[in-house]
């Protein structure tokens, strides 16, 4: 199956990618498909189960407002973050939601929004399932969907058989594990980002791609620029401050040589970096997948990283930055998973923490075999992370999470760089160890909130 690198990197909303994406693309899709089935104007209510993972969660994800929103029609990356409080209170008040901004039927906040904490649905921890009635109180229409992470969904057939629209377009360079593609690179005298360049062609032309991986630069940009400027509480009710500007006004008053020593000088900017994003991904605001919205704050504040202290930055940098990045990040979603509720926080905040590490490595410089060292390094070191926020809420222990697996993937690539390449565990097969790894998890630790610190820090 043909992944591009724009699958991955995808603009939209906090506080979760397949906790808030993911459910919005599915509702969303779920009233189009009631419409080009003209079945629109029969509905008088559409009721939603959200199992698993989102049933357990989902309301400290913001699952419930995200399905809400993609029933009136909006995606993740169109909608207006600042709107969406105001247009969830008055659905909620006036008990009337508008399918697809075209079709208004009732709404009851208890009996059509229901979050199943404990069951969930076999083939996913992120299941969820929309039926609709007409006036007479008959479905109409029913499906189920899969959110699995990194906003991608899947969704059953009649059958109860996962439909999977694989694009089987043929890849110029095609790989499937790190081996591969860096036979792939030797054999033809390129590096990763030139494979996957060469790769991305197949949907877009390369001025397309260039100016699309800069766009998405400028989002993630964007993001720091506004959770530098944002004071304030988080929403949820934990009552997390936010850090960021706080961190920006003391940072700035010194300068670069002051920093040197005895703090650790940039260490403290990607710190901020990481911080500003991910409080903007917990309130809400908009962010880039990176490969999901838990962990989007690493790739962001390695990025800065290099732009602002590494010598000879440039755009082209940055392009390659994101090339190689996605060239690993689909490594670990066709082997492994990137989803938190299927194998914890290593699936998310590990991924990032290898993709950033791979993709600095590239900016600077580095061989196919450093590359691929420096992203085992990354995910090696993350192996067994759980996912357990408190409340359900992408704050604790998400926010410094983030900020941490970025000191990693800076000081893997460090590692890598200043190695031959050579090194005695592979890419690939630590990739087979996450998947393992999650695979026997316990699911109290898989973003259920059901256990490690989201029940102790409470019970405390």
Sequence with gaps: MAISLFDLFKVGIGPSSSHTVGPMVAANEFAQQLKTDKLLESVSRVKTDLYGSLGATGKGHGTGKAVLMGLEGEYPDKIDPNTVEDRVVQITDNSRIHLLQE?????????????????????????????????HGQEVKKATFYSVGGG???????????????????????????????????????????????????????????????????????????????????????????????????????????????SLGAMDWVNLYALAVNEENAAGGRVVTAPTNGAAGIIPSVLHYYWDFCPRSDEQGIIDFFLTASAIGLLFKENASI????????????SACAMAAAGLAAATGGTPEQIENA?????????????????????????????MAAMKAINSASMAIRGDGSHYVSLDKVIRTMRDTGRDMNDKYKETSRGGLAVNVIEC
């Design 339 to 350: 989803s938190g509720a299927e194998v914890g926080c290593q699936g998310e905040v590990g």
């Design 152 to 262: 991608f969904i899947l969704q059953e057939n009649a059958q109860g058989e996962i439909e999977l629209v694989e694009d089987n377009r043929v890849l110029p360079y095609d790989f499937h594990n790190a081996d591969t593609l860096i036979g792939l690179c030797h054999e033809h005298d390129m590096t990763i980002a030139e494979i996957m360049l060469e790769n991305e062609k197949c949907w877009r032309s390369e001025q397309d791609i260039k100016d699309g991986i800069l766009a998405i630069w400028s989002v993630m940009k964007e993001c720091v620029k506004n959770g530098i400027a944002r004071e304030g509480i988080l929403p949820g009710g934990l009552k997390v401050k936010r850090r960021a500007p706080s961190l920006y006004r003391d940072l700035t008053k010194k300068t670069r040589m002051d920093m040197i020593t005895p």
């Design 103 to 135: 079709h208004a039927i009732t709404f009851d906040s208890q009996a059509d929004l229901i979050y199943h904490r404990i069951d969930r649905l076999d083939f996913h921890a992120n299941g969820m399932t929309f039926i609709a009635y007409d006036a």
């Design 375 to 403: 992203a085992e390094i990354g995910m090696e070191h993350n192996l067994g992370l759980t996912c357990d926020p408190i409340g359900g809420l992408v704050q604790v222990p998400c926010i410094e999470r983030n900020a």
